[in-house]
């Protein structure tokens, strides 16, 4: 009944293949024209669910400000001044750009200088009162022989007359001097607090070589097209500028989220082109090779082609566009999908050269070697499909387009290969040369067994794969997990030479954690919330906390009230015996004492921008800066844990950041990652179940490929490879394709029977070699990526394929052999497959 089935269908293809080629052609173009279309998302929020808490917080920050980061321009001048020149020329202009929110150019110095005493704590003022009129008292008391009085001379004007308490006591020589400077020392802990507000007025290294404007554009850093279009304006006032007022003597470069995001599209853009190209060359390579025939390399790509068109087609119309871990797939499923067409192409040619006619041969693979695909597509597609469950997008999104890939490359089997290997036929350029001798021996091999494999080679091949599976397992147990996000960035020399330059001129993180706080009440408490876990034992992870508190301080009124005592103090007759240059000292720091409160009118307008916004204006913004490094990943999810979530009064506030965004995308990269790997397994298991409606068949499918995973573990551990947020996705990849190799092999072993496992390795073992390599190729394209997050996953993923090709033409073959020694029953083969193949052998 199935093998008339299938008949029916090859006689279908064999009549009309001219037609259903057309159809399939036209279905390709219409799919080249959405693949054209497809774009490509290189931010990370996007990999998060959309309701996911941090994403829903980041997009209301990114909203209130305008944007979203900011472009750095780094300026070399010949000399400090003329870089202060420049800089003062650029900002103002740049200022100008509609695709500008705000310029950051130079430190308003002035408002700092003149209220800085407002943004000492109060603690601390309170400290100075305390101890300045302690060192008074104690001074006056207990260190000078003196006493004074004030008096009016007879002109009129106060002075002070100095009485001695014993006249037999003499002040020494710089007495009051050294008094003095011991009072200005009482106080340098306070000092040594507030020493690092900025005292430049330009944002500058400490060598003045670098000079650096932050812009802070109007759109996402996010938007590719945007950023770059950005960058361009930009770079035309800079140029515009240096030229016209500088003569072009200041040497620029660029840095920040903005153009991190144009540098890293550039880059992933380049690897996937230079990976497709190594992949083409190599799949072209060795099709040639195995084939001999150049012919047969269009025969198998063509499909091909069509099928990785109507793939991301689909992917336009179902998700919209790639991300950095789908992106690649291009090549990845040119080399998975075409053992589609070398395990059909092989038995096709097997048949033809026994004599069988085309139509004939076509039923043939169609009724056998197809739905072996079809169960090895059923594996590997419903292994991929099943990390749709997860919520982390680079896997969710990664399997729907990955298993859609592999169905689409088999339906292009029934209506790209078979139509076209049936017209190549009819214009007799196919070739299938073999000797009579070669036909008689591959007749009678059809009919019986042959010699069974030595004895030797099945028992030291098991022994000795008992033995590397223990070492395996132990050296799997010392296997970590990489948590250096440094390693998996762009490796691009200049890009890293500028970051380091950019940490020469600031202090502080350039993208900090925010925090919207609704009103000034609710802001307060924000602060003091951080700044009290920044205290405690959980906040090792914060260094600072700023907002408009920092501008305009709280207890303003009470600050004031503090700073009146102490310019009392200062007005003490005591000071009026210091030396000219102490009296004009202490002169100063009372002229500096005696301000009023700061309105919101004294801010300047960049910081008004900074902690207020531009897009709504009710609300305040809360900068959180981290104090551990921002490069490894576990410090990344521990500043999450610590900053994420600031409760209120009022109810619970997030905070949102790029940082925290990864943090976020990395815990749940990991927990996810596990998930995927249980789904990708518990669906291999039920898929084997139902087709072949065994256990005994299902775990002795599951071995082979389970030893094969070992394997890679433990060379991993020879090689000290670990396990990073990239390569994670090649787990459940390596899992659903290395089943479908051993699928190949065993539904060869059951059509054919006991007895005739020589038959089956020599034939399909070699197809299946030939389909793992095709595997490999399509990650080795990513082994010469510049991304080391793109070689990380090339890299497992090749290791994975060779170690379970290694355990599929090894162990398993040896083992099945074991099986029929020992366990003959164990081996349940299909009469009706075996019938129906010695019938029309």
Request: net charge positive.
């Amino acid at each position: 009944m199935r093998h008339r089935f299938y008949a029916g269908v090859a006689r279908l293809i064999y009549r009309h293949d001219l037609a259903i080629l057309a159809g399939a052609l036209l279905l390709s173009l219409l799919s080249a024209v959405a693949v054209r279309k497809l774009p490509l998302r290189g931010d990370l929020a996007s990999l998060l669910p959309d309701d996911r808490p941090s994403v829903v917080a980041l997009r209301r920050v990114v909203q209130k400000l305008g944007g979203s980061g900011q472009l750095l321009i780094l300026v070399t001048p010949p000399d400090p001044k003329s870089g202060e020149r420049f800089v003062n020329a650029l900002g103002p202009a740049l200022a100008r750009s509609p695709v500008i929110n705000n310029v950051d150019y130079r430190r308003d110095k002035a408002f700092f200088q003149r209220y800085k005493f407002l943004f000492v704590d109060v603690e601390d003022l309170e400290k100075v009162r305390d101890r300045l009129a302690a060192r008074l008292f104690d001074i006056k008391e207990n260190q000078l022989p003196f006493v004074m009085r004030s008096i009016t001379s007879p002109t009129g004007r106060p002075r002070v007359e100095v009485i001695l308490k014993n006249r037999k006591m003499a002040l020494p020589a710089g007495a009051l001097e050294n008094q003095f400077r011991a009072l200005r020392a009482s106080f340098e802990d306070i000092e040594k607090k507030y020493e690092r507000m900025p005292a430049d007025e330009y944002f500058t290294s400490k060598d003045r070589q670098t000079y650096m404007i932050a812009l802070y554009p109007k759109g996402q850093s996010t938007d590719v097209e945007f950023a770059r279009s950005m960058l361009a304006r930009v770079d035309g006032i800079v140029k515009r500028v240096n030229e016209d007022k500088f003569g072009g003597a200041m040497k620029i470069e660029y840095g920040g989220t903005y153009k991190t995001a144009i540098d890293d599209y550039a880059t992933i853009i380049s690897d996937v082109r230079r990976a497709t190209v190594i992949t083409l060359l190599a799949l072209v390579l060795l099709l040639t090779l195995m084939f001999r025939q150049p012919l047969i390399v269009f025969l198998l790509g063509f499909p091909q082609v069509m099928a990785v068109l109507w793939t991301f087609a689909a992917a336009y119309i179902f998700v919209g566009s790639l991300n950095i871990f789908t992106v690649f797939l291009f090549n990845i499923l040119f080399g998975v999908g075409i053992e589609f067409g070398i395990q059909m192409y092989a038995r096709y040619a097997e048949e033809r050269s026994l004599g069988t006619p085309v139509e004939e041969a076509l039923a043939r693979i169609l009724a056998h070697s197809w739905i072996a695909c079809l169960t090895a597509a059923m594996v590997a597609g419903f292994a991929f499909f099943s990390l749709m469950i997860t919520k982390f997008k680079g896997f969710s999104e990664f399997g729907f387009i990955s298993g859609f890939g592999i169905f689409l490359a088999l339906a292009a089997m029934v209506v790209g290969f078979c139509p076209l290997v049936v017209r190549i036929e009819k214009l007799g350029w196919l070739r299938f040369a073999r000797t009579r001798r070669d036909l008689e021996t591959a007749r009678t091999a059809k009919q019986g067994p042959v010699p069974a494999l030595s004895k030797a080679f099945v028992h030291r091949t098991l022994w000795g794969s008992a033995a590397v599976v223990v070492l395996c397992v132990f050296g799997a147990m010392h296997i970590s997990f990489d948590y250096d996000l440094s390693k998996l960035k762009s490796s691009n020399p200049h890009a890293l030479a500028v970051e380091r330059r950019i940490a020469g001129v600031f202090n502080l993180s350039l993208t900090p954690a925010a925090i919207i706080a609704p009103d000034k009440e609710r802001l307060t408490e924000v602060v003091a919330t951080l700044k009290a876990r920044a205290k405690g034992p959980k906040g090792k992870t914060i260094d600072t906390v700023r907002s408009i508190e920092s501008v305009i301080p709280l207890d303003q009124a009470r600050r004031l009230q503090v700073l009146d005592r102490i310019r009392h103090l200062l007005d003490d007759d005591l000071f009026k015996l210091a030396s000219d240059t102490q009296r004009r000292e202490i002169n100063r720091l009372k002229e500096s004492m005696h301000v009023r409160a700061v309105r919101p009118q004294d801010i300047p307008t960049d910081l008004q921008w900074k902690f207020q916004g531009y897009q709504t204006p009710e609300g305040y913004i809360a900068y959180v800066y981290p104090r551990v490094s921002m490069d490894h990943g576990q410090s990344v999810i521990a500043f999450s844990k610590d900053v994420s979530k600031i409760p209120t009064s009022s109810g619970m506030l997030r905070a949102a950041s790029p940082q925290l965004i990864i943090g976020d995308m990395l815990q749940l990269m990991i927990r996810d990652g596990k998930l995927a790997m249980v789904l990708t397994f518990l669906a291999v298991l039920l898929v084997l179940l139902i087709d072949f409606r065994s256990v005994r068949h299902t775990v002795i499918l599951l071995l082979p490929v389970t030893l094969g995973v070992i394997l890679m573990l433990g060379v991993m551990s020879v090689f000290r490879i670990k396990f990073d947020f990239y390569n994670l996705i090649a787990m459940p990849t390596i899992l659903g394709l290395g089943i479908d190799n051993a699928i190949y092999l065993y539904h060869r072993y059951r059509e054919e029977g006991p007895g005739r496992l020589r038959i089956v390795m020599r034939h399909t073992g070699r197809a299946v070699f030939a389909t793992a390599f095709a595997m490999i190729i399509g990650f080795l394209g990513l082994l010469f990526a510049q991304h080391p997050g793109l070689r990380s996953i090339g890299t497992l993923a090749v290791l994975g394929i060779l170690t379970v090709l290694a355990c599929l033409l090894t162990f398993f073959p040896a083992f099945l052999q074991f099986l029929e020694w020992r366990r003959p029953m164990l081996i349940t083969v299909v009469k009706g497959e075996v019938d129906n193949l010695r019938q029309h052998g």
